[in-house]
């Protein structure tokens, strides 16, 4: 059985940092895609950022670029997303997500993703 849980979540001040962590069990964690999407209430589910399996590759949306770095340890079978610079935008429910990939496979798209995690709760207040 696959699971994906997060962990870091929490509330900051604008400007502050966190850390997430997403760590997989029951999956071929090393050939998986893993991405990161948020959720904020009223809205659509949006893609973060993304990794290719082996870390070589990373994808971000527009929104985050600068700020929001992932990475994967694949020792581990975790996945991390650093939050730098947070802004009230950045308020969500944040989701960790692993893909089997293949031809149709588009990195920020929830749509492409096989698992999904509860999701882990960031708020960055003003």
């Known amino acids: 059985q696959v699971q994906l849980v997060e962990s870091g979540g929490g509330s900051v001040q604008a400007g502050g940092s966190l850390r997430l962590s997403c760590t997989a069990s029951g999956y071929t964690y090393r050939s998986a895609y893993m991405g990161w999407f948020r959720q904020a209430p009223g809205k659509e589910r949006e893609g973060v950022a993304a990794i290719s399996p082996g870390g070589g590759i990373t994808y971000y949306a527009d929104s985050v670029k600068g700020r929001f770095t992932i990475s994967k340890d694949n020792a581990k079978n975790t996945v991390y997303l650093q939050m730098n610079s947070l802004k009230p935008d950045d308020t969500a429910m944040y989701y960790c997500?692993?893909?089997?990939?293949?031809?149709?496979?588009?990195?920020?798209?929830?749509?492409?993703?096989?698992?999904w995690g509860q999701g882990t709760q960031v708020t960055a207040s003003s």
């Open positions: 997500a692993a893909a089997n990939g293949g031809i149709s496979y588009l990195p920020l798209k929830p749509q492409s993703y096989n698992y």
